[in-house]
Nanobody
Framework: QVQLVESGGGLVQAGGSLRLSCAAS???????MGWFRQAPGKEREFVAT????????YYATSVKGRFTISRDNAKKMVYLQMNSLKPEDSAVYYC???????????????WGQGTQVTVSS
């Protein structure tokens, strides 16, 4: 079992930055990690993923060049650095753990409760 807890969300003006954190506990060794987001009235969408050792990362086109995913396996932490934020980035952001670095949410087995990010214009 893996438990995930996100933090770092909040209210920020457009153009600003936030850093989301995901603290993992339990049996976390060997899992790829991903960030997803869901805005009101919309489906959950892929944001970024990182492989087990951090050597591979992949981003949604909408965030590429602005967001950076990273992980610290010793601390069991995953991060999402978000720069140049836009109002359309507003959503609840979820951390997830799974066997593969994938954009498909169905491949992830464990999910956090989410953290709200609101970007004002």
């Amino acid at each position: 079992q893996v438990q995930l807890v996100e933090s770092g969300g909040g209210l920020v003006q457009a153009g600003g930055s936030l850093r989301l954190s995901c603290a993992a506990s339990g049996r976390t060794i060997g899992y790829a990690m991903g960030w997803f987001r869901q805005a009101p009235g919309k489906e959950r969408e892929f944001v970024a993923t990182i492989s087990r050792n951090g050597g591979f990362t992949y981003y949604a086109t909408s965030v590429k060049g602005r967001f950076t995913i990273s992980r610290d396996n010793a601390k069991k932490m995953v991060y999402l650095q978000m720069n140049s934020l836009k109002p359309e980035d507003s959503a609840v952001y979820y951390c997830a753990a799974g066997d593969n670095s994938d954009y498909d949410s169905s491949t992830y087995d464990y999910w956090g409760q989410g953290t709200q990010v609101t970007v004002s214009s």
